[in-house]
């Protein structure tokens, strides 16, 4: 298990031109840390492992999760639609 996580976190890449810390909106919701409630998230995308997804039983998923880091904490939502930015 330990590895899977280790192989998620390495495939986390900001996108180009989203290192400034924005608003987003996911499924038409304003995204808030649960964490620490910051509105603010920097954007990136991360490759899922296939062999990750099987493990998991979402073999049928699609490959790419996009992650909103937040700026405050650092906690990392993922999601497997692209959120919105506001
Ligand atoms: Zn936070």
Redesign the pocket.
């Known amino acids: 298990m330990s590895h899977f996580w280790t192989t998620l976190t390495q495939g986390t890449k900001n996108t180009a031109g989203s290192f400034t810390p924005g608003q987003y909106s996911v499924g038409g919701k304003k995204v808030t840390?649960?964490?620490?409630?910051?509105e603010r998230f920097a954007a990136g995308t991360s490759q899922i492992p296939t062999a990750g997804l099987t493990f998991v039983g979402l073999e049928w998923a699609e490959q790419t999760a996009y992650t909103l880091l937040?700026?405050?904490?650092?906690?990392i939502e993922w999601y497997m639609q692209e959120p919105v930015r506001l």
């Open positions: 840390c649960p964490h620490c409630g910051n937040c700026s405050n904490c650092g906690r």
